[in-house]
């Protein structure tokens, strides 16, 4: 369990460094968004027959940070939206 943190964590951390700009994620954003991108790279992996879900491998490592730079990218459209409609409200 720890070691999955662990991954979450460095992928996350990936992620945020391949996509240009700046988010405005905090560590647990970070945190959630490397899981959901390790979850999806183990499930592409475990579907192609090269390792288990819960098992590093490269394939799913590759998957994992492409799949977390996407959700990194959805989280910042979707933030940038709530607040430009936070501020209009107001």
Known sequence: MIGFIVAGLII????????PGKQNLGLLATLLLGLAGS???GTVANLLDT???FELNVLGFIVAVI???GLVGV???LST????RRDVTR
């Not at 996350?12 to 996509?19: P, V, Y």
């Not at 939206?81 to 430009?84: F, G, L, Q, T, V």
């Open 12 to 19: 996350g951390a990936l992620a945020r460094l391949i996509k």
């Open 39 to 41: 979850v999806i790279g």
């Open 51 to 53: 390792g288990d879900i």
């Open 67 to 69: 799949a977390a730079v």
């Open 75 to 77: 989280a910042e459209t």
């Open 81 to 84: 939206r709530y607040r430009s």
